[in-house]
């Protein structure tokens, strides 16, 4: 395998070696304008005339032309200089089919990447060089490199977020799987590329290749055997032509989304033969072929529609017009050369020689048929071997080896740096030699690395293992207790219930009514507690609640818990009411557990504050205590599920170490928060934060004196 080029390295060195360029640029800004990342003005203006026909006709003509208006342009800029080679790389790799000249012009456009002035156009033109550097490989048919360029470009545009790179990176593997015959995969790359696509910004360009890559979905499903969904995505891509090509009505743009509709046209009637609808598809398979056998249109697929054509002539026995078809075919493969419709016009020409009686002609087109079979099929199998997935995946394994040996790369550079700058030979070389000595302990220490990694690695999955053991019979256990507290307590909610239907004065069914409020919400939290265990989560049931009223409402609950420990609650309200979307019973039982808290906690006699204010876009609540405090050791578990922190109160109360954790739950569910503050001995404040309504327009309020005193 070809190794990886060390990215990180390359990113380094281009950093370093900005710092000439930007002495360079600093001591020539007197003699032309700065270079912004963008095209010089004179090239824009060379690039909109580029656009014009009259200028050329053939791609000869079209080259003269962009050399002349290149060459015209004085001091040009970087992407000046990088798109020009870009020109001269199509020309090469997509107009006169030269590999090797394109590869030439795609390593000029990787220099010109490295000489970029910022980094937006660093990782453009870096990632688009690769590209291009990748194209030119394969169609040398080395495709260990070429996978390898087409990786450091999505590797670039993956760590920059760059869909548009991305979006190229797709699509070529989408190719890639094609013609190595993985059409699922291929069908697969070309929906994602198509979908990554739809971040380009609006041109004819991004336009083009939409609907290219909606047209290649389509082949990659017939080729599958799936003539349905293949038929949907071909309707789809003159749909989307239909709709968009209003926008494009220069004539080079009209030209070519008539090439789209002929080749759309071509393979829709390729479905049709396929699927015996034989009239529909000699008519579709004719109007494809008139338009991109017109001049300067595309004429190899013309080509190979003939083809799909003359084997509908043949499966309908219509030997005279395919005889008729196939000698105006051979004179156009005379002239323009494709291996593909030639190989198909031999088997063809053999069979219909067969069915005609001229069995020698038959003999000869098939042996030159089986000698262009063999050679596309010997060119195609080094292509099947490579794995490009495994291939990419051996290349993040690299990447991440490489990571490892970062610092090692650093001090390279340096030293290469060194080398550049030192002036004694001898400093230079000893450099060298204590990095090279250097360099192998690092390598040694990398893979002792390597070796510990995997060892943690086992150990983590193991302690995870138990971890998850653990955590399921805590949640057994947790049910099981629920579960079995939520009879008594339910007996209780419905004796309550009986006992308001006596005779009882207003006193004694006041005390009735708040022992079924608290029976019910405790049967509540009871089942909450079971759901959680169950799902891990519960579902929120929003409404309206004023504040002042469940605050007042939730101390006023408490205030006889209080009153055996001579405590009193002392509220401080709102100025003014207001309102939150929140769960009540949740909220309600959160500001309960924290007065319960505090209660538990607090010495007799002591006073607990609960005090609620407004501040910007939030609304807070704090309940304070003068009690025990929390110890700093345990002041980051109180909020832990069972946690190990909890103290009996300060009269032999018991902790189960649930009621925080639950009320964390909820606060974060509201999108809330809660913190407390304690210096470990003189009591602790905890607090809560709701988000407000949007819609409110309550003043700013701090709380000065409006406040209710609740005593046991």
């Not at 079979?373 to 995946?393: F, G, H």
Request: net charge positive.
């Amino acid at each position: 395998m070809v190794p990886l080029p060390v990215i990180n390295k390359n990113s380094l060195i281009n950093k370093l070696l900005l710092v000439p360029a930007i002495f360079c640029l600093l001591f020539s800004c007197a003699k032309k304008d700065a270079d912004t990342g963008d095209y010089s003005e004179p090239f824009k203006a060379f690039t909109a005339d580029l656009a014009k026909p009259i200028h050329h006709h053939t791609l000869q003509q079209e080259q003269q032309f962009i050399d002349s208006a290149y060459h015209k342009i004085k001091d040009p800029f970087v992407n000046d200089i990088f798109r020009y080679y870009g020109f001269k790389f199509l020309y090469y790799k997509k107009g006169i089919n030269q590999p090797k000249k394109a590869l030439v012009y795609a390593d000029s456009m990787l220099m010109m990447a490295k000489k970029s002035v910022n980094s937006k156009q660093n990782v453009s033109n870096y990632a688009e060089a690769n590209f291009a550097k990748g194209d030119a490989y394969f169609s040398l048919s080395q495709y260990s490199l070429a996978y390898q360029c087409y990786y450091q470009g999505y590797f670039m545009g993956k760590n920059n977020l760059k869909n548009e790179i991305l979006a190229e990176y797709t699509y070529r593997m989408g190719m890639v799987m094609f013609k190595q015959t993985h059409y699922a995969e291929a069908a697969r790359y070309f929906k994602e590329s198509y979908r990554l696509s739809l971040s380009y910004k609006e041109s004819f360009t991004a336009f083009y290749q939409r609907q290219e890559l909606l047209d290649n979905v389509g082949e990659s499903f017939k080729n599958n055997g799936n003539l349905d969904s293949a038929a949907v995505y071909f309707n789809k891509t003159l749909e989307y032509i239909d709709a968009n090509s209003g926008k494009y009505t220069g004539p080079d743009q009209t030209r070519l989304i008539n090439v789209a509709r002929a080749v759309t046209y071509g393979n829709q009637g390729e479905i049709a033969m396929l699927t015996g609808q034989h009239e529909q598809a000699d008519l579709l398979l004719k109007k494809s072929i008139d338009i991109n056998l017109k001049k300067s249109n595309d004429f190899m697929n013309a080509q190979l529609v003939e083809i799909n054509l003359g084997k509908l002539y043949f499966s309908n026995r219509q030997y005279q017009p395919l005889a008729a078809l196939f000698a105006d075919l051979r004179r156009q493969l005379d002239t323009v050369k494709n291996e593909e419709a030639e190989t198909s016009w031999y088997l063809l020409m053999s069979k219909y020689y067969v069915q005609t009686g001229d069995f020698s002609k038959a003999f000869t087109h098939l042996e030159k048929y089986n000698s262009l079979k063999d050679s596309i099929t010997k060119r195609a199998s080094s292509l099947k071997e490579t794995d490009v997935n495994q291939q990419q995946a051996n290349y993040d394994k690299q990447y991440q080896i490489e990571n490892l040996k970062d610092n090692n790369k650093v001090q390279l550079i340096y030293i290469y740096l060194a080398v550049i700058c030192a002036v004694l030979a001898t400093i230079i070389v000893a450099l060298v030699y204590r990095n090279w000595k250097k360099s192998k302990i690092d390598i040694q220490v990398v893979r002792n690395l390597n070796t510990q990694i995997s060892s943690q690695k086992n150990d983590l999955e193991v302690t995870l293992d138990e971890l998850k053991q653990s955590s399921q019979e805590k949640d057994r256990i947790l049910r099981t207790v629920a579960h079995d507290l939520r009879n008594p307590i339910g007996g209780i909610a419905s004796l309550t219930q009986v006992m308001m239907d006596d005779e009882f004065n207003d006193e004694q069914k006041e005390l009735i009514t708040l022992i079924k409020e608290t029976s019910n919400n405790s049967l509540e939290l009871i089942n909450e507690i079971l759901e959680v265990t169950n799902s891990g989560t519960s579902q929120l049931k929003k409404e309206l609640v004023d504040i002042n009223s469940l605050l007042s409402k939730s101390v006023e609950l408490l205030r006889f818990k209080a009153a055996e420990k001579g405590q009193k609650i002392k509220l401080e309200q709102l100025e003014q009411p207001e309102e939150l979307l929140i769960s009540r019973e949740k909220i309600w039982r959160v500001i309960g557990n924290l007065i319960s808290n505090a209660i538990k906690f607090s010495a007799p006699g002591e006073t607990i504050v609960v005090k609620a204010i407004v501040h910007k876009n939030e609304l807070k609540i704090s309940v304070q205590d003068s009690g025990i405090g929390i110890p700093a050791n345990v002041q980051d578990k109180v909020f832990n599920m069972f946690t190990e922190a909890k103290r009996p109160g300060t009269s032999g109360e018991k902790s189960f170490g649930l009621g925080l954790s639950i009320s964390k739950q909820i606060i974060e569910n509201h999108d809330g928060k809660i913190w407390f503050e304690s210096d470990g001995k003189t009591g602790t404040t905890f607090y809560i934060s709701l988000p407000r309504l949007m819609q409110s327009k309550s003043p700013v309020a701090q709380n000065k004196g409006n406040s209710v005193e609740t005593y046991a």
